[in-house]
């Protein structure tokens, strides 16, 4: 089975400090797993992707992704938060034909 | 994103009237898919489409049909709408010509639909 969980619906972080969107996966295999960013009245954004390689994924708008296989983990990180960072975050695995979506996080970033 | 149009953006009809949502992208992307988002369980996958008259059903196809007969158009029926199937209507396209999903999908901005 391939899902994915985020275990957290809010996250709040102050405008300056680190921001940590928390995935984990449960996936038979090698996954696939993708972060999206989605602003109001928008579709989903691609953010980064973890195939395979090094487990530090480099994306768009200064964030990036560590791939924790020992944690079954793909934590969504930036050094320091934007107020534009806010809206709201999914985690997706990859599998044959399509994604399976996490139920997202709704990251909020403090003046 | 990766020219995809989706149409109409908002809609509000009653339960029992069919609905067509539309989606039109210019990338030639052979990969479609309509996902519904809805609070608390992100997107689920109703239906894709992996060429020209090839589709598949997804999670939660109920209640819905597909069809693509150009590669640029991928159209979601709902052939009774019902008021369970209110909702936001995402579109998606990837490209590539393997199944395994390791390219990123392109999502369209959504049809928000109502049904009273």
């Known amino acids: 089975a391939q899902s994915v969980a985020q275990p957290e619906d809010q996250v709040n972080v102050a405008e300056g400090n680190p921001l940590t969107v928390k995935c984990t996966y449960s996936?038979?295999?090698?996954?696939?797993l993708f972060w999206y960013v989605q602003y109001p009245n928008r579709g989903l954004q691609f953010l980064l992707k973890?195939?395979?390689?090094?487990?530090l994924v480099k994306g768009s708008y200064g964030f990036e992704a560590e791939f924790n296989k020992s944690q079954t983990s793909f934590h969504l990180k930036k050094p320091s938060a934007l107020v534009s960072d806010s809206a709201l975050y999914f985690c997706?695995?990859?599998?044959?034909?399509?994604?399976?979506f996490g139920t997202g996080t709704r990251l909020t970033v403090i003046p | 994103d990766a020219g995809i149009t989706q149409s109409p953006r908002h809609k509000v009809t009653e339960t029992g009237t069919p609905v067509t949502l539309r989606c039109h992208q210019t990338e030639n992307h052979r990969y479609m898919y309509w996902y519904r988002q809805d609070p608390g369980h992100g997107l689920r996958l109703i239906h894709y489409?992996?060429?020209?008259?090839?589709?598949d059903k997804g999670e939660v196809s109920d209640g819905y049909s597909v069809s693509r007969s150009k590669t640029e158009d991928f159209l979601l029926t709902l052939e009774s709408a019902t008021s369970s199937q209110t909702s936001v209507y995402f579109c998606?396209?990837?490209?590539?010509?393997?199944?395994?999903?390791?390219?990123?999908?392109?999502f369209g901005d959504g049809t928000r639909l109502s049904i009273l």
């Open positions: 489409s992996y060429g020209v008259k090839d589709t």
């Open positions: 996936v038979s295999g090698n996954p696939y």
């Open positions: 998606a396209t990837r490209r590539g010509q393997g199944l395994l999903s390791n390219q990123p999908q392109h």
């Open positions: 997706a695995d990859g599998g044959a034909n399509n994604l399976f």
């Open positions: 973890y195939i395979t390689g090094d487990n």
